[in-house]
């Protein structure tokens, strides 16, 4: 993969590109640590990934203000609707005016509270056709009302939802409930139109984030 990086305001834009032909472009939200992680478990596919790093994670992917889930923590800042007005308006069109081609589907995805973002974006605007939520912060306070109350701005082609089996196994009562969550989440895209699937891998939140966020991926770049 040809790989270009530059910068957007506060933003690290990472840019891998394997075809010179129309394909999708996936746009996933996630930590610089483990770009190169994920560039290299996909570099056979044919897709341009762009990996956006930089955020405030608490900050910049929570949709509205809300407690901390950790003692040691800070409280959510709900800053989600800024961030992605600059995804949209700035890194979007600064990622594709460095192709050769228009996107043949765009495909946004994230881990943890990245994936909860992702799926927050559907609901802020058009410009993603798919999506990837992996292990996403489902649990966060209010979110399924706010998705029973609000309207999708596209409804998404494919949604891939996956979840480690021991996630909602924690004694902190908020997480507790994500499976729960992801689940009806999924049913709701489902009732929506968009082809879902819900995944189980095997442990807990932290394992394997690299290679869950490919296999959602792959399945999304086949849906």
Not at 70 to 84: C, M, P, S, V
Request: overall charge negative; proline content about 4%; aromatic content about 10%.
């Amino acid at each position: 993969m040809e790989k270009v990086e530059f910068t957007q305001g506060q933003y690290h834009i990472d840019v891998f590109v394997r075809s010179a032909e129309s394909c999708p472009v996936v746009y996933c939200l996630m930590d610089t640590a483990s770009v190169a992680e994920l560039a290299a478990s996909l570099e056979k596919e044919n897709l341009v990934l762009a990996a956006v790093s930089g955020m405030d994670w608490a900050d910049d992917l929570s949709p509205w203000p809300a407690p901390k889930a950790f003692r040691g923590g800070h409280d959510f800042g709900g800053r989600a609707d800024a961030y992605l007005q600059g995804l949209v308006q700035a890194v979007v069109p600064a990622v594709e005016q460095r192709l050769s081609f228009s996107p043949a589907c765009r495909i946004i995805g994230g881990y943890s509270l990245a994936g909860l973002c992702a799926l927050y974006a559907m609901y802020r605007t058009d410009c993603f056709d798919r999506l990837v939520c992996v292990s996403g912060s489902l649990w966060y306070d209010g979110f399924l009302d706010f998705m029973r109350q609000n309207v999708l701005q596209r409804v998404p082609e494919t949604a891939y939802f996956s979840l480690g089996d021991k996630e909602k196994q924690t004694r902190n009562q908020r997480m507790a409930v994500v499976e729960d969550r992801m689940k009806e989440a999924a049913a709701f895209l489902h009732q929506q139109g968009t082809r879902t699937i819900f995944e189980q891998n095997p442990g807990g939140h932290f394992n394997e984030p690299t290679e869950r966020l490919v296999r959602g991926i792959r399945w999304s770049l086949n849906g």
